[in-house]
């Protein structure tokens, strides 16, 4: 038997949370690793550029586009690829912020992942719902 409607857009409140959480964690954590935790030797700081294209995320998380979410799903994989490259070849502090990196950009992927299928269950019941016709009484 399927969950109640009320309890899946729970769900789905709470996954867009966790995923606006997340997203907000990166930005932070690529911000602090690039210009104070770690930064690369003679580096300027301009990787910390690298969480720019998070930031455009926020604003369509904290909406409910599921556009935004679909194109998340797939750019979050960038931040996943180079925590697990940087968590494998460098060292120290670096190597402990890639792994934080990879673990949140995971956290990420899959609240996103799960986050559409939901939404689009919800929406396919909903259609479903309003093309039936309603009994006669």
Known sequence: ??????ERLARIRALRNLCLGCVIG?????MAWELVLAPLKG???????????L???LAGLLKHRMYTFRWLSMLILLYFTEGVVRGTTEGGMSQALAWIETALSLAVFVACSVYVRLRLKVKKE???????PHAQA
Do not use: E
């Not at 990166?26 to 690529?30: F, N, Y």
């Not at 580096?43 to 294209?53: N, Q």
């Not at 909903?126 to 039936?132: I, K, P, R």
């Open 126 to 132: 909903a259609d479903a719902a309003s093309q039936q």
């Open 26 to 30: 990166l930005i932070v954590l690529g």
């Open 43 to 53: 580096g300027t700081g301009a990787l910390a550029w690298k969480v720019l294209p």
């Open 55 to 57: 930031t455009f995320a």
């Open 1 to 6: 038997m399927g969950s109640h409607p009320p």
